[in-house]
C-alpha cells in the first residue's frame, strides 16, 4: 500500500511540474516564429487569418483523436495479462 501513495504523489509531482513549466513558457516560445508567415499573416485580410485559424483546427483533430482512441484502448487492456483465470486457461505456467 506505501508503494501505491508513492506513485500517486509522484504522479501528482510529475502533474504539477509540467503544469507549471507549460505557464512559465511564453506563448512566442510554443510559435515557430516564422518571420516569413507571420508578415504574409498580417498582411492578408481577415478572412485569410479566420481560415488560418480553422486550417489549424482542422489539422489538430486527427492527432488528437488518434491519441484518444490509443489511451481508451490501453484503457480497456489495461487488464488484460493480470487475470489469473486466463492463464490456467491456456495452460501457461508463468
Not at 52 to 74: D, F, K, N
Request: aromatic fraction near 6%; charged fraction near 15%.
Amino acid at each position: 500500500m506505501p508503494e501505491f501513495k508513492a506513485r500517486k504523489s509522484l504522479l501528482i509531482e510529475a502533474v504539477a511540474f509540467v503544469t507549471l513549466a507549460a505557464l512559465a513558457l511564453p506563448p512566442m516560445a510554443l510559435s515557430q516564429g516564422c518571420s516569413l508567415c507571420y508578415t504574409q499573416a498580417a498582411n492578408s485580410g481577415a478572412r485569410l487569418i479566420r481560415a488560418l485559424r480553422s486550417g489549424i483546427v482542422i489539422l489538430m483533430v486527427p492527432p488528437v483523436s488518434i491519441c484518444i482512441g490509443a489511451m481508451v484502448l490501453a484503457y480497456r487492456k489495461r487488464n488484460q495479462f493480470h487475470q489469473a483465470d486466463r492463464c490456467l486457461k491456456t495452460g501457461s505456467d508463468w
